[in-house]
């Protein structure tokens, strides 16, 4: 997709007759931050972007006399009139869908480490190397089940593996997809594919899977039943392209319908659970990277917090920070954290890690036999 782009600027180029600075690796850098731009969408931005360079050399132009020659062979565009010029200049496919580039790195993820290298291998290789799928004669994943108990860092996880793989990133919030109105929700499900094709590379994260694609025939209004065929004819529709990736994330794998779960779908799991003693760490370092501490031992406190997923970590070291502040001292110390504790309490339980386990036991074969009970996930 760069490629054609860059193409697509070499000809507005020539076209627009403008003095490029380091042509080709301005071209190469402009075409990989131009996502979802249309040859029409080219043509605006460099007819911006050479305004952008005009105004820089109108002190030097007298209105009523006609330019110099040796002015108009030093009038170049710079990239960085391009980057003021993509500001004002949005992609066509952009402007009826929320549409974003992610700045989520790896690095801001904490734990997981087994779940950010399997994400690595289904989304970012296949989207920034689908050559090396095609030369070992296999075709990647074309849809990702993230499932695990709330607050394990699902949300974050689909953001940084766009942002790393250059990718677009489409949220859809799975309650927010359902309408009353008869046709709506599957008219949304239909211009969502629509548009990831349109701005691809793209990722289209579902978020709250199961709230659209619950077992057939457990709503009395059929809405999720019309939803689920619609995404289902969608997912079977990405079989021929390569650069449109499903993301889907669940706290309740058990309820969502089988269909879904099978190759050419949502073929690959990924179970995100509750870290250990060293990922807790890391995630503690992530969230006071820029907080002022003192005598605070971050393994120590990952010890106490055994259970504790990502959410409850971020709001354990916001509440530290917070005691810190009503006491108007510049320094978060590890009493802070301790008194924190006792208010911030661990998401996942014991049983509620146990039932997890048994739905991850079940998915290892592919979609689970039948609905796991659900006495310990009585919430979303």
């Known amino acids: ?29 402009i075409a990989e931050g131009t996502y979802g731009f ?10 911006e972007a050479a305004m952008k360079a005009l105004r820089r050399y109108l002190p030097k132009i007298n209105l009523n006399e006609e330019i110099p020659a040796e002015l108009l ?16 200049i949005e992609p066509s496919a952009m402007r009826e869908v929320i549409v974003e580039i992610p700045h ?10 087994a779940v950010r290298q399997e994400l690595k291998e289904v989304i970012e290789w296949p989207l920034k190397n689908p050559q090396k799928f095609e030369r070992m004669g296999i075709t990647p994943p074309r849809g990702i089940l993230l499932y695990g108990p709330p607050g394990t860092g699902k949300t974050l996880l689909a953001k940084a593996a766009a942002n790393e793989s250059n990718a677009n990133f489409i949220s859809v919030s799975g309650p927010q997809l359902l309408s009353k109105w008869l046709g709506d929700s599957e008219k949304a499900i239909r211009e969502t594919f629509k548009k990831a094709k349109q701005v691809a590379p793209a990722i289209i994260f579902f978020d709250e899977l199961d709230a659209i694609a619950p077992y057939r025939g457990t709503d009395s209004s059929r809405v999720t039943d019309r939803v689920l065929n619609q995404l289902l004819t969608e997912m079977d529709g990405l079989q021929t392209l390569r650069d449109v990736i499903v993301v889907a994330a669940t706290n309740r794998p ?65 509440e530290s920070a917070m005691l810190a502040m009503r006491e108007g001292i510049e320094y978060v110390e590890l009493r802070h954290f301790e008194e924190a504790i006792q208010k911030i309490r661990p998401t996942v ?6 039932h997890y386990q048994r739905v991850q036991e079940k998915f290892k074969g592919g979609s689970p036999a039948k609905k796991e009970s659900s006495s310990y996930i009585g919430y979303r």
């Open 104 to 113: 989520v790195t790896w690095d801001d993820v904490g734990g997981l480490d």
């Open 254 to 318: 058990d309820i969502v319908d089988p269909a879904l779960i099978r190759s050419g779908r949502f073929d690959r799991l990924v179970y995100a659970g509750v870290t250990t003693k060293l990922g807790r760490e890391e995630i503690l370092r992530i969230h006071t990277r820029k907080m002022p501490l003192s005598g605070v031992n971050l393994s120590e406190l990952a010890e106490m917090t055994d259970g504790y997923v990502g959410s409850d970590l971020e709001a354990l070291c916001r």
């Open 1 to 29: 997709m760069g490629d054609d782009r860059t193409r697509d600027l070499k000809v507005k180029e020539e076209g627009d007759d403008l003095n490029l600075y380091d042509t080709d690796m301005l071209l190469r850098a």
């Open 38 to 47: 249309v040859g029409a969408d080219l043509s605006a931005l460099t007819r």
């Open 349 to 354: 339980s014991p049983d509620l890690t146990d």
């Open 73 to 88: 062979d030093e009038m170049i565009v710079l990239r960085a009139d391009f980057e003021e010029a993509m500001r004002e």
